[in-house]
């Protein structure tokens, strides 16, 4: 999903706490995230400047967030999509802990990309 929105390719996704030394679930688990995303230049600044452009991602279905990802779309839009240049955020979830979310997790959003993928 982070590729999706546009982060750079060199991200690094690093798990931690998934279990505790006697071998039970960590009750807090997560992720260290390193990645690079566009952000708009300052009017004055005109080198290492970016062609870019807006795009449509829709992350709801088709492989991507699905009925139990309610919780993870909630952290997506929470903690991570801050670190991205966006606009027109929409989620519609109906999120109730440790259940299927009724109608799936539809959520979409724009992001500043670079222009023609490049």
């Given at each position: 999903?982070?590729?999706?929105?546009?982060?750079?390719k060199?991200?690094?996704?690093?798990?931690?706490?998934c279990?505790?030394?006697g071998g039970?679930?960590?009750?807090?688990?997560?992720?260290?995230?390193?990645?690079?995303?566009?952000?708009p230049?300052p009017?004055?600044?005109?080198?290492?400047?970016?062609?870019?452009?807006?795009?449509a991602?829709?992350?709801?279905?088709?492989?991507?967030?699905?009925?139990?990802?309610?919780?993870?779309?909630e952290?997506l839009?929470?903690?991570?999509?801050?670190?991205?240049?966006?606009?027109?955020?929409q989620i519609?979830?109906?999120?109730?802990?440790?259940?299927?979310a009724?109608?799936?997790?539809?959520?979409?959003?724009?992001?500043l990309a670079?222009?023609?993928?490049?």
């Open positions: 999903m982070l590729l999706l929105l546009g982060a750079r060199d991200l690094l996704v690093t798990r931690s706490g279990s505790t030394p039970t679930p960590d009750p807090f688990p997560g992720y260290d995230i390193n990645l690079s995303t566009l952000q230049a009017a004055a600044q005109t080198a290492d400047l970016v062609n870019s452009q807006w795009k991602v829709d992350l709801g279905g088709s492989g991507k967030l699905e009925a139990g990802d309610c919780e993870l779309a952290q839009r929470d903690q991570l999509l801050p670190a991205f240049t966006t606009r027109n955020v519609q979830t109906s999120c109730v802990p440790h259940q299927l009724a109608g799936g997790v539809k959520m979409s959003v724009e992001v670079v222009a023609n993928g490049k």
